[in-house]
């Protein structure tokens, strides 16, 4: 089982739609929860932090469940300009912080 | 404030000859990492530096990939010898600081490698 994964879409939504994707993680003893997103041929890029109660920026809305061990982004009334590649990374602390990155989501919203 | 910077930008060898890549961070910043994208993959950690010392070098194929950060500032990544397999785009990506908890990555651009 791959220690993050990911829905790789591609979802193809209209503008203006809400649409969801989830990342699991399998390690329980995860404790720093990110999104980035990445436009084609492009660097990835920090998105968001995600905490567990839960935070919003503007259209975008992040959610943890460290009970089921999963991460949320919800973006609302999506515009073209989030098309993208959505990453979600998950941090594990020990002797040494451990990024890990999952493969990413697809999102293209068409007009 | 100016960003992570990386060079070239593209590069392209035939199998069995080497390539080396460059990376300055955002001043300041004393972690460093190199990632290796290969196309419809997220990043894969290849090294990371704490300044001038080695964090985690776990992934990096160590028989023909090398990096340092000799004075903790940029750094380079070579391969010696390529592999048609190693045709993917390198992240070179910074951080403040390992606080333990925000941990948040600034990315380079990247350097395109094709391996014929």
Redesign the interface.
């Given at each position: 089982r791959k220690e993050v994964e990911q829905d790789p879409g591609p979802f193809n939504v209209p503008e203006g739609a809400t649409v969801a994707f989830n990342c699991t993680y399998s390690n329980s003893a995860s404790q720093s929860f990110f999104w980035y997103r990445q436009d084609c041929r492009k660097e990835p890029k920090l998105l968001m932090s995600v905490y567990s109660s839960g935070n919003e920026d503007g259209r975008f809305t992040a959610q943890l469940n460290r009970a089921s061990q999963y991460i949320s982004l919800l973006i609302r009334d999506s515009k073209l300009s989030d098309s993208a590649t959505y990453l979600c990374v998950v941090i594990l602390y020990s002797s040494a912080s451990k990024i890990i990155f999952g493969s990413g989501t697809r999102l293209s919203i068409r007009p | 404030e100016a960003g992570v910077a990386q060079s070239p930008r593209y590069k392209i060898i035939e199998k069995r000859q080497s390539v080396a890549f460059w990376c300055n961070p955002i001043s300041g910043h004393a972690t460093l990492?190199w990632?290796q994208q290969i196309l419809?993959?997220?990043?894969?950690?290849l090294i990371?530096f704490q300044n001038n010392g080695v964090?985690?070098d776990s992934q990096l194929p160590k028989d023909r990939f090398s990096a340092e950060r000799l004075k903790g500032v940029d750094s380079t990544l070579k391969i010696q010898p390529a592999k048609l397999e190693d045709s993917a785009v390198y992240?070179c990506a910074s951080s403040l600081v390992?606080t333990?908890?925000?941990?948040?990555?600034?990315?380079?651009?990247?350097t395109q490698l094709s391996v014929l």
């Amino acid at each position: 089982r791959k220690e993050v994964e990911q829905d790789p879409g591609p979802f193809n939504v209209p503008e203006g739609a809400t649409v969801a994707f989830n990342c699991t993680y399998s390690n329980s003893a995860s404790q720093s929860f990110f999104w980035y997103r990445q436009d084609c041929r492009k660097e990835p890029k920090l998105l968001m932090s995600v905490y567990s109660s839960g935070n919003e920026d503007g259209r975008f809305t992040a959610q943890l469940n460290r009970a089921s061990q999963y991460i949320s982004l919800l973006i609302r009334d999506s515009k073209l300009s989030d098309s993208a590649t959505y990453l979600c990374v998950v941090i594990l602390y020990s002797s040494a912080s451990k990024i890990i990155f999952g493969s990413g989501t697809r999102l293209s919203i068409r007009p | 404030e100016a960003g992570v910077a990386q060079s070239p930008r593209y590069k392209i060898i035939e199998k069995r000859q080497s390539v080396a890549f460059w990376c300055n961070p955002i001043s300041g910043h004393a972690t460093l990492y190199w990632y290796q994208q290969i196309l419809g993959q997220g990043p894969k950690l290849l090294i990371q530096f704490q300044n001038n010392g080695v964090v985690d070098d776990s992934q990096l194929p160590k028989d023909r990939f090398s990096a340092e950060r000799l004075k903790g500032v940029d750094s380079t990544l070579k391969i010696q010898p390529a592999k048609l397999e190693d045709s993917a785009v390198y992240l070179c990506a910074s951080s403040l600081v390992r606080t333990g908890v925000d941990e948040k990555l600034f990315f380079g651009s990247g350097t395109q490698l094709s391996v014929l």
